[in-house]
């Protein structure tokens, strides 16, 4: 170890923190440690060893500190973000930008590396005085694979820790099998000055990533979507690496669909948050490997995924017994769960839609909550924030899947891409070819916003694969390392397009909760060759007789013809306004791949021809 952070280790650690940084051989980590100490000057340092008592410290220390509090239930806590430090901060997350740099147009905001480092640096100052910070390794993807990255955190939040405990898989190991090479991430997380628990100086909350030195500054907020560095923060350093290595980093979840004779098809779907992904990856008598993040890999010409993670930080709004009965059950029985931004009374946690009566008056992130509590605005305070959360391990999931940590992953024979859309694609199609599907689907995804950001809801939104807010990188060379990545695959995984949300005219969904259950039966189905398609101008579509059986074996539910109909007719103006959109923002990007803009071109003109033929709004029989 370098003289100089040994010093500061050995001044300012306990004896046995000490030996536990000492013992790894890592040059990079003594310095990040050594260096984050001389900057927040923490009272004390704990470093984690991932020992069954190192764990225990931290989960009782997230208590003793006050940042999460017991409930009834044994094992489970519940903590408060402040009042607006509820969803992820779009405003203040900036890429540092080294001079040379471009990361394109669509991207969200920068700030040049020297200037964001100093201003970052001056609010970091001793910021952790009184302290105690913990220091955290972490593998992202199962450990000792060909897709696992080390992950360190240092945060002087013990809920930050402890939810880290229960979402990334250890790494204390992986980082002493990786020696003194320096690749690895790094986040930097302080809540700053407290009041009442709460991050005080809103003001000053900023959210810097170097791209360049692979690490995230995260201050003065303590919402898990900024301050668990491992899920979107360093997924855009995730993104970066992929790409320059030939692999992909997405915003999907992992999940096995069972078939006929007791196979499991595998697959990966992009949502948007508050799209219906995680309630996707967990749907009762199918398999859940991960619900947020995956990385793919070309492994002897196949495509092959992991789970980055191995929690669920999940959105808990209109999780009930009727519609989420794997995610109920994991909330109710013993074992550790946080819960965050929930409706507390008498020791139980409450939320919207949770299909249970509410009590009259209790806390909640809003402080005392009573019923017909007003915002300034003059609004009702719900009981539980929209965006209110649990964090578990996959472990209290039923149906996890035996391969969840294969080193080498599952194979991945479908990708699905799904958005918020109340008026153009229907609720399931299949791709005609990958580039296809690359392009009209994963590129061509908008979304109607969500309150998993701070700021306005229900504006519809560019989402390419789910992505967008999270790329680090100009979104056309993104698009075309997907495009490239199909060039060495023997086996190509079936792309399908997907929209939970299509409404009637008059606003109305068309579609129920549960219809996803049995489209995902389809698309496996479609995997294998076993149900036929229609061939409609924006992809293959299912064809009625196959989901009224799947309807019926699946959720012993009759399907009329009539429902089919209005779900799968093809609406040709919206999707051709769509395209345009689309093309709107590639015109402008000058990395887009001249591929991109044939399909989207031919896309156009088979929806014309079928416009001329059949009208605006076309029935899917009309192309039989
Ligand atoms: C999402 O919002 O997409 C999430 C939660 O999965 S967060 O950690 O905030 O990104
Ligand atoms: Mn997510």
Redesign the pocket.
Request: aromatic share 14%; proline share 7%.
């Given at each position: 170890m370098q003289d100089r952070f040994d010093e500061i280790l050995k001044a300012r650690l306990t004896h046995d923190n000490y030996i536990k940084i000492a013992d790894l051989t890592n040059h990079k980590i003594h310095q990040f440690v050594a260096e984050t100490i001389e900057l927040c000057n923490p009272d004390s340092v704990f470093v984690c060893t991932d020992s069954p008592e190192d764990i225990a410290c931290i989960r009782r220390r997230a208590t003793e500190l006050g940042e999460e509090k017991s409930l009834a239930t044994k094992g489970h806590t519940y903590h408060f973000d402040g009042y607006t430090d509820q969803?992820?901060d779009k405003a203040n997350t900036r890429f540092l930008l080294p001079k040379g740099w471009d990361l394109g147009s669509s991207l969200e905001e920068v700030v040049d590396k020297d200037e964001g480092l100093l201003e970052m640096k001056g609010i970091l100052k001793n910021i952790m005085a009184g302290k105690e910070m913990f220091v955290r390794i972490f593998c992202l993807g199962p450990t000792n694979s060909r897709f696992s990255i080390s992950a360190v955190q240092l945060t002087d939040s013990a809920y930050v820790s402890h939810s880290e405990d229960l979402l990334y898989r250890p790494g204390y190991e992986q980082m002493r099998r990786i020696g003194d090479s320096p690749d690895f991430f790094r986040v930097l997380h302080s809540s700053g000055e407290l009041e009442n628990h709460i991050s005080k100086n809103v003001d000053k909350r900023r959210i810097y990533i170097d791209l360049e030195d692979d690490i995230v500054y995260s201050v003065n907020t303590q919402?898990?979507?900024n301050t668990?560095g491992f899920?979107?923060l360093s997924l855009r350093l995730s993104i970066r690496r992929a790409m320059r290595e030939g692999w992909l980093s997405e915003?999907m979840f992992v999940m096995g669909v069972h078939g006929p004779n007791n196979r499991t098809t595998y697959f990966t779907g992009a949502f948007?948050?508050f799209c219906g992904k995680t309630s996707t990856a967990m749907i009762p008598g199918e398999a859940i490997i991960g619900d947020?993040i995956a990385f793919l890999r070309n492994i002897d010409g196949r495509v092959r995924a992991v789970n980055v993670e191995c929690g669920v930080?999940g959105i808990i709004e209109d999780v009930n017994a009727k519609d989420d009965p794997l995610i109920m059950k994991a909330l109710t029985d013993p074992g550790e769960v946080i819960f965050s931004n929930v409706l507390i009374a008498e020791a139980k946690p409450y939320w919207t839609g949770d299909g249970r009566a509410h009590p009259d008056k209790g806390i909640n992130y809003s402080g005392e909550w009573f019923k017909g509590k007003k915002d300034k605005n003059g609004k009702d305070i719900p009981p539980s924030h929209k965006n209110a959360r649990y964090t578990i391990n996959l472990k209290a999931l039923a149906n996890l899947d035996p391969r969840a940590d294969d080193p080498e992953g599952v194979e991945v024979s479908g990708i699905i891409y799904g958005g918020r859309d109340s008026d153009t694609w229907v609720p399931l199609e299949q791709s005609f070819s990958w580039a296809h599907g690359v392009v009209t689907m994963g590129a061509s995804l908008e979304s109607e916003t969500t309150a998993?950001?701070l700021g306005k809801e229900g504006v519809r939104s560019f989402q390419p694969m789910s992505n967008l807010d999270f790329l680090s990188m100009p979104v056309g060379e993104y698009i075309a390392a997907h495009l490239k990545f199909e060039e060495q695959l023997k086996i190509k995984p079936i792309i399908f397009g997907g929209n939970y949300f299509l409404r009637d005219r008059d606003g109305k969904y068309l579609n129920d909760k549960k219809d996803k259950y049995v489209w995902l039966k389809w698309m496996e189905r479609r995997v294998h060759g076993e149900v036929d398609a229609i061939t409609a101008p924006t992809g293959y579509i299912p064809l009625y007789e196959d989901l009224e059986k799947l309807f019926r074996e699946v959720l012993n539910k009759e399907y009329s013809f009539e429902d089919y109909e209005k779900q799968f007719t093809i609406r040709v103006q919206e999707n051709l306004r769509k395209i345009e959109r689309i093309l709107n923002i590639f015109d402008k990007e000058p990395s887009t791949p001249g591929i991109f803009f044939e399909v989207m071109d031919e896309q156009k003109h088979r929806l014309l021809e079928a416009q001329e033929q059949f009208g605006d709004c076309i029935p899917p029989v009309k192309f039989q």
């Open positions: 969803g992820r919402y898990a979507g668990v899920k979107k915003h948007p948050s947020d930080f998993a950001t």
